[in-house]
T-cell receptor, first 112, second 115 residues
Framework: QKEVEQDPGPLSVPEGAIVSLNCTYSNSAFQYFMWYRQYSRKGPELLMYTYSSGNKEDGRFTAQVDKSSKYISLFIRDSQPSDSATYLCAIQGRNSGYALNFGKGTSLLVTP | EAGVAQSPRYKIIEKRQSVAFWCNPISGHATLYWYQQILGQGPKLLIQFQNNGVVDDSQLPKDRFSAERLKGVDSTLKIQPAKLEDSAVYLC?????????????FGPGTRLLVL
């Protein structure tokens, strides 16, 4: 079983839609949860970082973590064509030296 | 603040040839990572350095891959000899650990095609 499972999509939504991206993980030892955005032919860039269960909001983005279910989500409100990218969830723990364990990434296309 | 620099951006080689990638991390970042990202997959850790020492190289195919970080700054990753399955994007990331948290910053990657 992979450490992090993520549906690769692709996901296509119209501009203005609410997008929901999800991941599950298997090892409860991981303490930190991130979402990275990766545009085509670019390196991943950090979008959201959280370490506790609950919601964390940053502008149009909300990260949600449920440690009891080992489930993490990213919600994008009022999606824009510029949000079209691959979204990677990642988990991190002190026991693994803070190296990131990534999901496969979900490809998102927001159409005008 | 300058980001993580990587070169070359693209490389095409034939199988059994050798290739080297270079990474210059963000100034002051003690930790450096090399990840391999195969098309359609998330990045996978190859090796982690803390200053110039190796923290984790358990997923590095040591029969063909090697990496070094001399003087605890720049790093090189080498593949010799390359195989077709090494075609991927090689990402370098650096981080600064503050307290119990750590944020990794990625470079643009080197895209390798092995023919």
């Amino acid at each position: 079983q992979k450490e992090v499972e993520q549906d690769p999509g692709p996901l296509s939504v119209p501009e203005g839609a609410i997008v929901s991206l999800n991941c599950t993980y298997s090892n409860s030892a991981f303490q930190y949860f991130m979402w990275y955005r990766q545009y085509s032919r670019k390196g991943p860039e950090l979008l959201m970082y959280t370490y506790s269960s609950g919601n964390k909001e940053d502008g149009r983005f909300t990260a949600q973590v449920d440690k009891s279910s080992k489930y993490i989500s990213l919600f994008i409100r009022d999606s824009q064509p510029s949000d079209s990218a691959t979204y990677l969830c990642a988990i991190q723990g002190r026991n693994s030296g803070y190296a990131l364990n990534f999901g496969k990434g979900t490809s998102l296309l927001v159409t005008p | 603040e300058a980001g993580v620099a990587q070169s070359p951006r693209y490389k095409i080689i034939e199988k059994r040839q050798s290739v080297a990638f270079w990474c210059n991390p963000i100034s002051g970042h003690a930790t450096l990572y090399w990840y391999q990202q195969i098309l359609g997959q998330g990045p996978k850790l190859l090796i982690q350095f803390q200053n110039n020492g190796v923290v984790d190289d358990s997923q590095l195919p040591k029969d063909r891959f090697s990496a070094e970080r001399l003087k605890g700054v720049d790093s090189t990753l080498k593949i010799q000899p390359a195989k077709l399955e090494d075609s991927a994007v090689y990402l370098c990331a650096s981080s600064l650990r503050t307290g119990s948290s750590e944020t990794q910053y990625f470079g643009p990657g080197t895209r390798l095609l092995v023919l």
